[in-house]
């Protein structure tokens, strides 16, 4: 290798994250190695902290500091609603809407058996005990409109009814964005748009 | 829709071209292997985002380079667009671009339409299953977005469940993994039923038009007839696939339910082909592998009421597989409201003179024409005709064909 020893070391191992291809790590560790000392400094600690710092939270499993997490332990949220998601991501996205009052509950994947991912990689053990205790009255599968994320949530809605019966489970609505025109929607949003039609 | 400009970049045996094309009739002369085809092939590319001869992007690029580029300017009644399309072998990264904005290649068209005539269309009466599905999915891809994506979702599907199948082949009391292949039957099953009303639908469009060109072909008092046989849903075993052809009546009885633009899958469709997964489960499971669905579907080609695969002679399979070539161009420009292109790869000498000149009139309707030869035969061209010289990867405006 033409670089230092550890030079090269940053680079290959900034080349291990997604997205980062080797010329691109190469630019991120000679803008780091430009930049003065205590930013690296900073930003080695904070990738540091972040790692120690942040578990799964062991009721919800999204990531979190404290455990039970933030949104858990806030005694305000609707304790009947269970929203289902692929990803902590995801509970974020659903935050940002400030409509949904309920709680979490994040799988970590979707059931993919050409990625070896089954339920047993999931959190779905988790998921049904929490819905023994019969506070909670509503399960919303909001895993991905994928292939995977649609079988995943078949997959739960018969183990749900099949385990704790007296739970309602829905699925989100695929459909339109709002705000757009109704013409420059794709035919696939559009005919699922009309499939989840209803009455007005 | 007209065809303006065509850029090559080591693509096939090209390493950079750079095409203006006649309004009507272009004609591409040249010896064999001097690269006809690839140009029809680039077209083609463009116009459905994969080869019409089957072959995968890797094959496509030139050897010892890193990719390659389709890039075209296409006129249409709306207006002009530019369409780009690159594709990188390392790491694996195809981009369509319309008019500078990506677009998801395998899903978004672009908007240039294009039928593709060659030699081994005669597999599309004669050869295998796959060969009529191919046909099939190719239309009806480049008529529905919806359609590429059922394609896709049924693809990935398939390949989970089979999966699954294999996992179950050691293990058959995980009640879990019997759970799981469960939640694939449905997802399989809501693709499938897309599919296979789909296929349904078009073979009844398709085999009327296609009957009328084979008796503008032919000449003779042959009917031409089609029919869908979608596989395990009539069979009396589980494995065994239903090649008799269904009646029309059955196939309208399962697609009941939805019209044929409804959004919503039928019902009855779809909890038929739940339960023909479910009666075959066992079977798969030794197999390791899906029997029934739209990946073993086939299509019959009639002659008065005999299949022409086993009784029809070679030349009624030509007209034939022609005639199923010029129904697709019927139902793509119905749908745009524009005549596609017509990709024709050395398709006159396989033709007796009458039919030639059957072909080229029934053709050359307000269609864009490029057409692939070794020689004309004699064979009169249309005036205004282009004419390209073709050799060794590299293209020459010949002249423009007064006559």
Redesign the interface.
């Given at each position: 290798m033409i670089y230092p020893e550890p030079v090269a070391r940053l680079i290959d191992a900034l080349t291990r994250l997604p997205g980062i291809g080797p010329k691109t790590a190469q630019r991120l560790a000679f803008f780091i190695l430009k930049r003065p000392a205590d930013e690296a400094q900073a930003l080695a600690g904070a990738i540091v902290a972040a790692r120690t710092q942040v578990v799964t939270c062991s009721r919800c499993h999204n990531l979190t500091d404290t455990d039970p997490c933030r949104l858990c332990s806030d005694e305000s949220r609707d304790r009947t609603m269970l929203c289902v998601v692929q990803e902590p991501r995801d509970v974020a996205a659903m935050e940002r809407t400030r409509e949904y009052r309920g709680l979490y509950h994040v799988l970590h994947g979707a059931?993919?058996?050409?990625d070896g991912v089954?339920?047993?990689d999931l959190r779905v053990r988790e998921l049904v005990a929490r819905l023994h205790d019969g506070s909670v009255s509503e399960v919303i599968l909001a895993t991905n409109p994928n292939?995977?994320g649609?079988?995943?949530a078949?997959?739960l809605a018969?183990?749900i009814r099949s385990v704790t019966p007296a739970v309602r489970v829905t699925r989100i609505a695929r459909g339109l964005p709002v705000g757009g025109d109704l013409e420059y929607a794709?035919?696939?949003t559009l005919?699922?748009a009309?499939?989840g039609r209803r009455e007005l | 829709m007209r065809l303006e400009r065509l850029r090559l970049q080591a693509f096939r045996n090209y390493g950079a071209v750079d095409l203006s094309w006649g309004p009507a009739f272009n004609v591409l002369l040249g010896p064999n292997g001097a690269g006809k085809t690839n140009l029809l092939e680039g077209i083609a590319l463009l116009a459905t985002g994969r080869s019409p001869r089957a072959v995968r992007d890797p094959e496509l690029v030139q050897w010892g380079e890193s990719g390659y580029l389709v890039w075209g300017r296409v006129a249409r009644r709306a207006g002009p667009t530019v369409l780009e399309l690159r594709y990188r072998l390392a790491p694996a990264e195809k981009r369509l671009r319309v008019d500078g904005a990506e677009v998801a290649s395998t899903?978004?068209g672009g908007g240039l339409q294009a039928v593709f005539f060659s030699p081994e269309d005669l597999g599309l009466v004669r050869g295998a299953p796959v060969q009529r599905r191919r046909f099939a999915d190719g239309l009806l891809a480049q008529l529905?977005?919806?359609y590429r994506?059922l394609l896709l979702?049924f693809g990935?599907?398939l390949?989970?469940?089979n999966?699954?199948l294999r996992?179950l082949a050691g293990r058959r009391l995980d009640a879990?993994?019997v759970?799981?292949l469960?939640?694939?039957d449905?997802?399989l099953a809501?693709a499938a039923a897309g599919i296979i009303r789909r296929r349904a639908a078009l073979t009844a469009t398709l085999e009327a038009r296609a009957a009328g060109h084979y008796a503008g072909l032919a000449g003779g008092g042959e009917r031409l007839g089609l029919s869908y046989c979608p596989a395990g849903l009539w069979g009396s075993g589980a494995m065994q696939q239903a090649r008799a052809a269904p009646t029309r009546a059955a196939l309208a009885e399962l697609a009941a339910g939805a019209g044929p633009d409804a959004?919503?899958e039928p019902p009855v469709l779809r909890e038929r082909l739940l339960s023909v997964l479910e009666v075959a489960r066992r079977d798969d499971i030794k197999q390791g592998a899906t029997a029934a669905g739209p990946h073993r579907d086939e299509w019959r080609v009639w002659l008065d009421g005999s299949d022409i695969r086993s009784f029809g002679s070679r030349g009624q399979q030509r007209c034939a597989a022609l005639a199923l070539r010029l129904a697709e161009r019927e139902l793509l420009a119905e749908a745009s409201g524009e005549a596609p292109l017509l990709l024709l790869d050395d398709v006159l000498s396989e033709l007796d003179e009458e039919r030639r000149r059957r072909l080229l009139s029934l053709a050359g309707r307000d269609s864009q024409v490029f057409l692939a030869a070794t020689a004309l035969h004699g064979q009169a061209l249309p005036p205004g005709s282009t004419v390209f010289a073709v050799e060794q990867g590299r293209v020459r405006p010949a002249g423009t064909e007064v006559r």
């Amino acid at each position: 290798m033409i670089y230092p020893e550890p030079v090269a070391r940053l680079i290959d191992a900034l080349t291990r994250l997604p997205g980062i291809g080797p010329k691109t790590a190469q630019r991120l560790a000679f803008f780091i190695l430009k930049r003065p000392a205590d930013e690296a400094q900073a930003l080695a600690g904070a990738i540091v902290a972040a790692r120690t710092q942040v578990v799964t939270c062991s009721r919800c499993h999204n990531l979190t500091d404290t455990d039970p997490c933030r949104l858990c332990s806030d005694e305000s949220r609707d304790r009947t609603m269970l929203c289902v998601v692929q990803e902590p991501r995801d509970v974020a996205a659903m935050e940002r809407t400030r409509e949904y009052r309920g709680l979490y509950h994040v799988l970590h994947g979707a059931i993919s058996p050409l990625d070896g991912v089954g339920p047993d990689d999931l959190r779905v053990r988790e998921l049904v005990a929490r819905l023994h205790d019969g506070s909670v009255s509503e399960v919303i599968l909001a895993t991905n409109p994928n292939v995977e994320g649609e079988a995943t949530a078949l997959y739960l809605a018969r183990l749900i009814r099949s385990v704790t019966p007296a739970v309602r489970v829905t699925r989100i609505a695929r459909g339109l964005p709002v705000g757009g025109d109704l013409e420059y929607a794709d035919e696939v949003t559009l005919s699922k748009a009309l499939e989840g039609r209803r009455e007005l | 829709m007209r065809l303006e400009r065509l850029r090559l970049q080591a693509f096939r045996n090209y390493g950079a071209v750079d095409l203006s094309w006649g309004p009507a009739f272009n004609v591409l002369l040249g010896p064999n292997g001097a690269g006809k085809t690839n140009l029809l092939e680039g077209i083609a590319l463009l116009a459905t985002g994969r080869s019409p001869r089957a072959v995968r992007d890797p094959e496509l690029v030139q050897w010892g380079e890193s990719g390659y580029l389709v890039w075209g300017r296409v006129a249409r009644r709306a207006g002009p667009t530019v369409l780009e399309l690159r594709y990188r072998l390392a790491p694996a990264e195809k981009r369509l671009r319309v008019d500078g904005a990506e677009v998801a290649s395998t899903v978004a068209g672009g908007g240039l339409q294009a039928v593709f005539f060659s030699p081994e269309d005669l597999g599309l009466v004669r050869g295998a299953p796959v060969q009529r599905r191919r046909f099939a999915d190719g239309l009806l891809a480049q008529l529905s977005a919806t359609y590429r994506h059922l394609l896709l979702a049924f693809g990935r599907a398939l390949a989970q469940r089979n999966q699954v199948l294999r996992e179950l082949a050691g293990r058959r009391l995980d009640a879990e993994l019997v759970e799981v292949l469960t939640a694939w039957d449905a997802s399989l099953a809501d693709a499938a039923a897309g599919i296979i009303r789909r296929r349904a639908a078009l073979t009844a469009t398709l085999e009327a038009r296609a009957a009328g060109h084979y008796a503008g072909l032919a000449g003779g008092g042959e009917r031409l007839g089609l029919s869908y046989c979608p596989a395990g849903l009539w069979g009396s075993g589980a494995m065994q696939q239903a090649r008799a052809a269904p009646t029309r009546a059955a196939l309208a009885e399962l697609a009941a339910g939805a019209g044929p633009d409804a959004a919503a899958e039928p019902p009855v469709l779809r909890e038929r082909l739940l339960s023909v997964l479910e009666v075959a489960r066992r079977d798969d499971i030794k197999q390791g592998a899906t029997a029934a669905g739209p990946h073993r579907d086939e299509w019959r080609v009639w002659l008065d009421g005999s299949d022409i695969r086993s009784f029809g002679s070679r030349g009624q399979q030509r007209c034939a597989a022609l005639a199923l070539r010029l129904a697709e161009r019927e139902l793509l420009a119905e749908a745009s409201g524009e005549a596609p292109l017509l990709l024709l790869d050395d398709v006159l000498s396989e033709l007796d003179e009458e039919r030639r000149r059957r072909l080229l009139s029934l053709a050359g309707r307000d269609s864009q024409v490029f057409l692939a030869a070794t020689a004309l035969h004699g064979q009169a061209l249309p005036p205004g005709s282009t004419v390209f010289a073709v050799e060794q990867g590299r293209v020459r405006p010949a002249g423009t064909e007064v006559r």
